[in-house]
């Protein structure tokens, strides 16, 4: 499971030295349509990405493309990758973009020179994952970091289900968090979790962590948010936990019952956690505090309506790039995503039925991997006549 | 037991608890610790009486919606794709679900 730190963090001089294969990239959009298809598009809030990200697809990744050609002249995959906390938002990056590169009319050679940054990013970030999840792991710590976590950690070992409860809480309290600030597209910005780590025969280390939880330039109100940075540690037995390539989690057993030890940090600090009750109740109170700010914080969302809720989409999107724009000497709030703003304002969400799962899934995924595919010039402007011919002709017939 | 409907279970587990119908913010504060909170669909501001349920059930939504990720954090069963289920589960009624098998059950 594990490769060597120095293998892992190796420092290349130059972008693009181990380009895309075309077998990494068919697994990528074999795990893209996946990812796509496990998802209920009409539980997305606050409308489904795809209906909306096309609108201004191509200012998008025309200016995500300049970025990219200032910045690979001058920085390593390692420096760039170091902007990001996790690798959910590269990640992330480079299969939303596969929409925009479409919606762009982008040239084959910059498609290709889009996909293969992102994917020198990722490599760079992530111990495994050449093939974005191809194994359904997100491993970003080398063996030896992880060695030191067990270590250092005061470790609360699980003797009733009073912490697992409330761990639990703080975990659900802080995705819903996660989704108040960044909605439900763009929350990994916000929460994104590592392993699983094998440490012994039956026992799995997983790491859970929520950054970027003060976006005051969005949320001025996140100013008097309490915590900066929370993350809590467990160790699972006789359990499997997978992540997907939209940083979705699952546990294939009950994640109270099955815990075995838990270290709460927040903000560097740990937080003793242990099974008394006075540890218990400080943990509740954090618990509520938490659960009470991001249920507020989802109604303010909610508040907003829609031509707001698009506004704040087009800025989530943005701020996730904050550092990597500055980089390139652009701002993530200027002109160009001031555009951006003005191109969606007043404008509905579209409909296309590209994402009506009740057509065979074979013929979706088809469909869905030639638009997808930047080998292909397969612009979004031609998805409507492709859609006709791949899947919708044959709706039933499967 | 009885088999009322099966939707599909997205978080491990078993849990019995009464039904709690939530269709606006006003039935929030029906929910009691140990309920089972029914819905179309969870949002976040549900994030309090999600905490106090022992299991979540949503008409809508698959293994990636919100109730979903949070029931699985929560180790609390969730069914999810139940068709109906704010109109076919009665309130107050004791019901058994499984996040296993997205079986949900009455007491004959």
């Known amino acids: 499971m594990f490769v060597e730190q120095q293998e892992m963090f190796k420092r290349r001089n130059k972008m693009n030295d181990n380009p895309i294969t075309d077998e990494e990239l068919d697994k ?82 910059d498609r290709k020179e889009f996909v293969n940054f992102w994917w020198d990013i990722i490599r760079e970030k992530c111990a495994n994952d050449d093939y974005l999840c191809e194994n359904k792991t997100n491993l970003i710590h080398s063996k030896e970091e992880i060695k030191e976590l067990m270590k250092k950690l005061n470790w609360n070992e699980h003797k009733d289900k009073k912490i697992g409860k409330e761990m639990g809480k703080i975990s659900m309290s802080l995705n819903s968090l996660s989704y108040g600030l960044y909605s439900d597209i763009f929350a990994h910005n916000c929460f994104e979790n590592f392993g699983p780590y094998k440490i012994s025969g039956n026992e799995i280390f997983v790491v859970k962590t929520w950054t970027n939880l003060q976006p005051v330039e969005i949320w001025p109100e996140t100013k008097d948010f309490k915590f900066k940075d929370i993350k809590i540690y467990c160790i699972y037995k006789d359990m499997d936990y997978t992540v997907d390539i939209y940083n979705h989690q699952w546990y294939s057993a009950n994640t109270v019952d099955n815990l075995v030890k838990v270290a709460l940090v927040i903000d560097g600090k740990e937080i003793l956690v242990a099974n008394d009750e006075d540890n218990i109740e400080k943990l509740r109170e954090i618990t509520k505090y938490l659960a009470e700010f991001a249920v507020e914080q989802f109604h303010k969302y909610k508040k907003e309506g829609f031509e707001k809720n698009k506004a704040l989409w087009v800025m989530q999107r943005s701020y996730q790039f904050k550092e990597f724009f500055r980089l390139a000497g652009l701002e993530w709030n200027g002109p160009e995503m001031q555009e951006m703003l003005t191109r969606v304002k007043d404008k509905p969400v579209l409909n296309n039925p590209y994402w009506d799962f009740s057509y065979p899934k074979e013929r979706l995924f088809r469909f869905w991997k030639k638009c997808f595919d930047p080998r292909l010039d397969t612009y979004f402007s031609k998805w409507e006549e492709l859609f006709e011919k791949e899947v919708k002709t044959k709706k039933g017939v499967d | ?68 990720i949070v029931a699985r954090e929560l180790g609390i069963p969730c069914v999810v794709a139940f068709e109906s289920a704010t109109e076919t589960l009665k309130e107050g009624s004791t019901i058994h679900v499984c996040g296993t098998t997205g079986n949900v059950q009455k007491e004959e």
């Open chain 1, 28 to 109: 990528l959009l074999e795990i893209y349509c996946e990812g796509i298809y496990d998802m209920d598009p009409k539980t997305a809030l606050p409308f489904w990405d795809y209906d909306f990200g096309p609108l201004f697809g191509d200012l998008w990744i025309k200016r995500m493309i300049k970025a990219i050609k200032i910045i690979k002249t001058q920085f390593s995959p390692k420096e760039v990758a170091k902007l990001f906390n996790g690798i959910a938002v590269p990640r992330k990056e480079l299969i939303y973009s596969l929409v925009d590169l479409k919606v762009g009319d982008i040239n084959k050679e």
């Open chain 2, 1 to 68: 037991m009885r088999i009322i409907k099966k939707g599909k279970g997205v978080s491990q587990g078993q849990a019995t608890g009464k039904v709690k119908i939530i269709k606006n913010f006003e039935d929030f504060s029906k929910v009691q610790e140990g309920d089972v909170l029914v819905t179309k669909m969870t949002d976040p501001t549900m994030t309090v009486i999600m905490g106090k349920a022992n299991a979540i059930i949503t008409e809508t939504g698959g293994m990636a919606c919100h109730a979903a």
